[in-house]
Each structure stands twice: as C-alpha cells, then as structure tokens.
C-alpha cells in the first residue's frame, strides 16, 4: 500500500537531516517575512530583502516538493 504525502513528508522529516534543514530554512523565511509584514513602513533595504526571502523560501519550497514527488515515485 502507497503513502499519503503527509506520511511520506512525515517520514523524510524523521530520517532525513536535509530535508529537515530544508523544512527548517523554509519556517525561517516565513517567520522573517511575516515579521516584515508587520512593519507598519519598509524601507527600501526592507523592500529588497523581502523580495529576497521571498525568491529563496520558493527554491526551498520547490525542492521540498520535488523531494516529496522523488520519495513518492520511489515508494518510500
């Protein structure tokens, strides 16, 4: 029998130490963003640095799906 993807997600966090620094840069980007979002006027180095959260909390993103996609072809 298959996995979900929440079990297969729960299974890579368990065993796999760069998937959970991948689930961990991702968390990081997010709380940095929303404490950004907070402010009630961004500079223009705020600006930038959003923007910049932004691009790599995607690639981490993206590369948590793709491993998630890879373990569940694999049938882990």
């Not at 729960?10 to 929303?34: G, I, P, T, W």
């Not at 979002?37 to 500079?43: A, E, M, R």
């Not at 948590?64 to 996609?69: F, G, M, T």
Request: overall charge neutral; charged content about 30%; aromatic content about 6%.
């Amino acid at each position: 029998m298959s996995m979900t993807l929440p079990q297969i997600r729960e299974q890579l966090l368990s065993h796999d130490a760069e998937f959970q620094q991948l689930v961990f840069e991702h968390s990081r980007y997010e709380a940095q963003l929303k404490q950004l979002s907070q402010t009630p006027y961004l500079s223009s180095e705020d600006i930038l640095l959003q923007a910049d959260l932004k691009k790599m909390k995607l690639r981490v993103k993206d590369e948590i799906e793709r491993r998630l996609a890879q373990a569940s072809k694999s049938g882990t």
